[in-house]
């Protein structure tokens, strides 16, 4: 069972950037959801094991970049030109598969999320 702990959430103002943090013990794609208050949890990045290739869902892409650093098993999720309908609580995901899904079901494990507030 893999460990997957998120950090770096805050509560920021409109327009600036923040960056999130997901240490995960062992090697495997990973995503980022994101769940705000009274809505479904939703997709955001994700990244194959080796980093080359990212997705990324419409409402955050050319604000949002997901990265990692194999070497420290951490996944970045930088977001900048931030916005108040970004604010929820962050989620860092692991899945076995080796495409880059976007459905909760197809990640295998999961952190306890990171609060992120944008205030306008």
């Known amino acids: 069972q893999a460990q997957v702990q998120e950090s770096g959430g805050g509560l920021v103002q409109a327009g600036d950037s923040l960056r999130l943090s997901c240490v995960v013990s062992?090697?495997?794609?990973m995503g980022w959801f994101r769940q705000a208050p009274g809505k479904e949890r939703e997709f955001v990045a994700a990244?194959?094991?080796?980093?080359?290739?990212?997705r990324y869902a419409d409402s955050v892409k050319g604000r949002f970049t997901i990265s990692r650093y194999n070497p420290k098993n951490t996944i970045y999720l930088q977001m900048n030109s931030l916005k108040p309908e970004d604010t929820a609580v962050y989620y860092c995901?692991?899945?076995?598969?080796?495409?880059?899904?976007?459905?909760?079901?197809?990640?295998?494990?999961w952190g306890r999320g990171t609060q992120v507030t944008v205030s306008s």
């Open positions: 062992g090697r495997y794609t």
């Open positions: 990244i194959i094991r080796n980093g080359a290739n990212q």
């Open positions: 995901a692991g899945s076995n598969r080796w495409d880059m899904p976007v459905t909760i079901g197809e990640y295998d494990y």
